[in-house]
Structure formats: structure tokens, C-alpha cells
């Protein structure tokens, strides 16, 4: 896993976790 330093690469992570968790 790449580690939590990037800010879009956590917005990314946010976002399809959302949309995973809203499907």
C-alpha cells in the first residue's frame, strides 16, 4: 500500500470507500 502522504491519493481513497460503502 502507498503510504498517506499524498493529499489526492487519500481524497481518492475517501471517495471510493464512500462510494463503495454508498453501493
Do not use: H, P
Amino acid at each position: 500500500m502507498r503510504r498517506w502522504d499524498d493529499s489526492s491519493t487519500v481524497l481518492l481513497e475517501l471517495e471510493w470507500g464512500a462510494s463503495v460503502f454508498l453501493l
